[in-house]
């Protein structure tokens, strides 16, 4: 059986049956801190719904202060010497600079020699590259539209190179507490929960082969979902709501309501409405145009979740979008693909304005 080897803070051992723990001190000085168990444990609970039989490995990490480079490299440093982990999950990054740690990059490179799989979880902004997710051999996790734990997305030659169930979930807090959250660390569970099935059963499908579709969290402008031909602004009666738009940067665009973020941030737009987000019925009675910016460019998934909804709900009434970002108009294309709803609105790309 393939050992996947969770390098974290800790889990909670009396919540994960059969998983084994080793310490990895940064120094004599580091005290083990219990509180911080709750995001290993969870990783570890990921894994096991995709895989109940995977065979677990806790690299804990025990910091003088709090975690660094040089004690995950010793954690690596330790994976690579251990001949039964097959996989090595690192839910967690470190934000990339115009020199990226030397140490880490040889640390990573010993293990993918050694044959070891890393799977790491890329950060929700990918104009930022975070490590080692961004290292051409190690498995970058980004999160999707998945609902299917053991389902993924493959991206291919990309700082993100697989999407998985990255949505809010129930997850384990203190005190026997739950808590909904998502992001990239969950979904690189998922995704070495996903391996370590394929390994302990054999499959010979390739990665690239097995994945399936899905919209992406993530605003990744080196991408472009599903085709790159659009219509141009003309001077039609367009009866426009914005969401996420910085309206300064268009001309000429009249808007009548601005839609607010499902979880408040930014976008209060002067002297323009605003909308609670909400998908009434009603909202087809005063506008037929949504003016779409990068709703990607927020805090709170739930903003995200609440952008591909509203795409999806002028997808089914057949509205007309404006988009200041082929990006963002190929999102809109993809989502309509991904419908299967005969669309007959329009998406029209703006030109901006600096």
């Known amino acids: 059986m393939p050992v996947v080897a969770i390098i974290d803070e800790g889990v909670l051992m009396d919540r994960v049956s059969g998983i084994r723990e080793v310490n990895i001190y940064e120094s004599a000085a580091g005290n083990i801190n219990d509180s911080n168990v709750f995001h290993g444990t969870n990783i570890a609970h990921v894994i096991r719904q995709v895989y109940p039989a995977a065979d677990l490995l806790s690299v804990r990490m025990v910091p003088d202060d709090k975690i660094n480079v040089p004690l995950l490299c010793k954690a690596l440093r330790y994976c690579a010497t251990q001949d039964d982990v097959r996989i090595i999950n690192i839910s967690l990054g470190i934000l990339g600079t115009e020199n990226p740690s030397a140490e880490l990059l040889e640390c990573c490179l010993e293990c993918h020699q050694q044959g070891k799989l890393l799977v790491a979880a890329a950060h929700f902004d990918c104009s930022k590259l975070c490590y080692p997710a961004a290292y051409p051999f190690v498995y970058g996790v980004g999160a999707g539209l998945i609902q299917e734990i053991d389902r993924y997305v493959y991206i291919g030659d990309s700082y993100i190179t697989v999407l998985a169930k990255g949505v809010h979930q129930r997850l384990l807090y203190d005190h026997d507490r739950q808590v909904i959250r998502g992001g990239t660390s969950y979904a690189a569970a998922a995704f ?114 609440f952008g591909y909804a509203l795409i999806n709900y002028f997808i089914i009434n057949n509205g007309k979008f404006l988009v200041l970002d082929p990006y963002i108009a190929s999102v809109i294309r993809k989502s309509i693909f991904l419908s299967k709803v005969a669309f007959s609105g329009q998406i029209v790309l703006l030109e901006t304005h600096t």
């Open 192 to 305: 070495s929960g996903i391996l370590c099935r394929r390994l302990a059963t054999s499959e010979v499908v390739a990665i690239e082969d097995a994945g399936v579709e899905a919209l992406s969290l993530h605003y990744q402008s080196n991408r472009s979902p599903v085709g790159n031909n659009y219509l141009t602004w003309s001077n039609e009666d367009y009866k426009i709501v914005s969401y996420a738009s910085h309206l300064e940067a268009v001309k000429g665009v009249p808007v009548l309501f601005n839609m607010s973020f499902f979880v408040p941030e930014m976008h209060v737009v002067p002297g323009v409405p605003a909308l609670k987000p909400v998908l009434s019925p009603k909202l087809f009675d005063h506008v037929d145009t949504l003016l779409l910016g990068n709703f990607f460019n927020t805090r709170s998934l739930l903003n995200v979740y």
